[in-house]
C-alpha cells in the first residue's frame, strides 16, 4: 500500500502525525456531506424510506469492519452515549467488582463509576506498571489475573489513548467468558487502524467515535451490542427505533416493540441526511483499503522512526504491545514539553502532548517525508 494522500485535502506543507486527534476528511467524505447538504435544499427528494435505508447500509459496512451482523450495530452520536446504553443495561446480580484501566478515558470511566456509586459495586482501577521494562506485557498480566468470578464488568480501550500500548483483546476476552465477565470495549483509537473481531475476543459492547481513524465526521459513532445486551432499557424512546416505525401513517399505534436487535439503542433523529452518507463513504473506503493493509502501512513507514528512537535518548514501548499507527514518546529529562511541542510546531509537525509524554499517530495520509522530518527535528 502506497501513500494516499492524494484522496484528502492536507497541506503539501505540514506534518500531520496527530490522527489519534481527529483524522483529515477523505476528499469523498467531504463531497457527500456537500451533497447532503444540498439535498436538504429540496426536501421533497427525501423519502420515508431514506430514513432507514442509508442507516441500514452503514450499519452493514460497519459490521464488515469488526466481524459482526448489522443487526447488533447501533448508531450512536458520541461514545458517552455509547458507554451509558451499554454499562446502564448490566445486570446487578452477576458481581460486585467492575474493573477499569488507570488513566482511561473520560467518557467510559464516569459511565462506570457512576454505576458502581448507584448500585453499590467496588471499582478496581489497574495501576500501569512503573518499570519501563516488559510495561505492556506486565499490564495486560495484571488486567488477565484481576478478573474472577465475582468481576461484572471489564471496561478498557482497545489500545491506551495516551500511548498506544495494546491489550490482548482475545486473552482477556476468553477470560470473561470463563468467569460470565461483561468486556466493554472503546475502540475509538484503534478500530480502522488495526484489525479486530467482536466475536473472537468476545466483546459484549463495542463502542466506537467516527472521528479518528475511521476518517468520518464529528458527532457521529457505532456500538456493537452482543445479543446478551439486547433486551435493554435505551437513553430515549424514538420512533424511529420502535417495530412499526416504517409506517408514517400509523406511528400513533403506539407499542412496546422496539425494531430487532441492537437497533432499539440508535440515538434519536438517526437518518441525519448529512452525517450519515459522510460515514458511509468513510467506512467503505476503509473496507477498501482493508484494515490489515492499513496496519501495515503504518508499520513500515513508522520503522525508521522506531529504529531511530530505540538508540537515542527518547523511550517507547516494547515491540510486542506498541500498536503500529499510535505510540507514545517519553522525552528525556532535560526536554521541556511546551518547549519541544512549540519547536515541533515549527517545523510545521502536529502531535499531542498526553501527560509527560507526546503522542504520535500515522495513517495512510502520512508519507515518507513526513517521518523524516519528525526524525530530523528529534534528532536536533
Not at 463531497?31 to 435505508?53: C, M, Q, S, V, Y
Not at 512503573?130 to 478478573?147: P, T, V, Y
Not at 465475582?150 to 467468558?177: N, P, R, Y
Request: aromatic fraction near 10%; charge should be negative; charged fraction near 25%.
Amino acid at each position: 500500500m502506497n501513500s494516499q494522500k492524494h484522496l484528502f485535502q492536507l497541506p503539501d506543507d505540514i506534518h500531520y502525525l496527530n490522527c489519534a486527534y481527529m483524522s483529515p476528511l477523505l476528499k469523498s467524505v467531504e463531497d457527500a456531506g456537500i451533497e447532503g447538504l444540498i439535498r436538504k435544499r429540496n426536501p421533497a427528494t427525501i423519502r420515508p424510506i431514506d430514513f432507514f435505508e442509508q442507516a441500514k447500509d452503514l450499519k452493514e459496512n460497519i459490521a464488515k469492519l469488526i466481524g459482526s451482523k448489522a443487526t447488533n450495530i447501533a448508531l450512536v452520536p458520541s461514545v458517552s452515549y455509547g458507554m451509558a446504553s451499554a454499562i446502564n443495561n448490566l445486570p446487578l446480580n452477576n458481581g460486585n467488582k467492575a474493573i477499569a484501566l488507570e488513566n482511561e478515558f473520560p467518557s467510559g470511566f464516569y459511565t462506570l463509576q457512576n454505576w458502581c456509586k448507584k448500585n453499590n459495586k467496588d471499582l478496581h482501577i489497574i495501576p500501569s506498571p512503573k518499570s519501563k521494562e516488559k510495561r505492556g506485557q506486565n499490564w495486560n498480566q495484571a488486567i488477565l489475573e484481576a478478573i474472577d468470578t465475582d468481576t461484572s464488568v471489564i471496561m478498557l480501550s482497545s489500545v491506551h489513548w495516551t500511548d498506544g500500548t495494546k491489550f490482548d483483546l482475545e486473552a482477556i476476552g476468553k477470560k470473561c467468558q470463563e468467569n460470565n465477565t461483561f468486556l466493554i470495549v472503546d475502540g475509538t483509537q484503534s478500530v480502522g487502524a488495526a484489525p479486530i473481531n467482536v466475536r473472537t475476543c468476545h466483546i459484549d459492547a463495542l463502542v466506537c467515535a467516527s472521528y479518528k481513524w475511521l476518517f468520518g465526521p464529528y458527532s457521529m459513532g457505532f456500538t456493537y451490542f452482543s445479543e446478551r445486551l439486547f433486551e435493554g432499557i435505551p437513553l430515549e424512546e424514538s420512533w424511529v427505533n420502535k417495530a412499526n416505525a416504517h409506517n408514517f401513517a400509523k406511528l400513533t399505534d403506539y407499542t412496546d416493540e422496539y425494531t430487532s436487535g441492537a437497533g432499539r439503542y440508535n440515538v434519536g433523529e438517526t437518518g441525519n441526511f448529512i452525517l450519515l452518507p459522510m460515514f458511509n463513504e468513510a467506512i467503505k473506503q476503509l473496507l477498501k483499503w482493508d484494515v490489515k493493509n492499513i496496519e501495515q502501512y503504518a508499520e513500515n513507514l513508522t520503522k525508521p522512526l522506531i529504529e531511530f528512537l530505540k538508540d537515542s535518548p527518547y523511550c517507547i514501548e516494547e515491540d510486542e504491545y506498541r500498536s503500529k499507527h499510535l505510540f507514545g514518546i517519553s522525552l528525556p529529562e532535560n526536554l521541556i514539553l511546551e518547549d519541544f511541542l512549540k519547536r515541533l510546531e515549527t517545523k510545521k509537525i502536529y502531535v499531542s502532548a498526553r501527560g509527560s509524554s507526546i503522542r504520535v499517530s500515522t495513517s495512510v495520509f502520512n508519507t515518507e517525508q513526513d517521518i523524516d522530518t519528525f526524525i530530523h527535528t528529534l534528532k536536533s
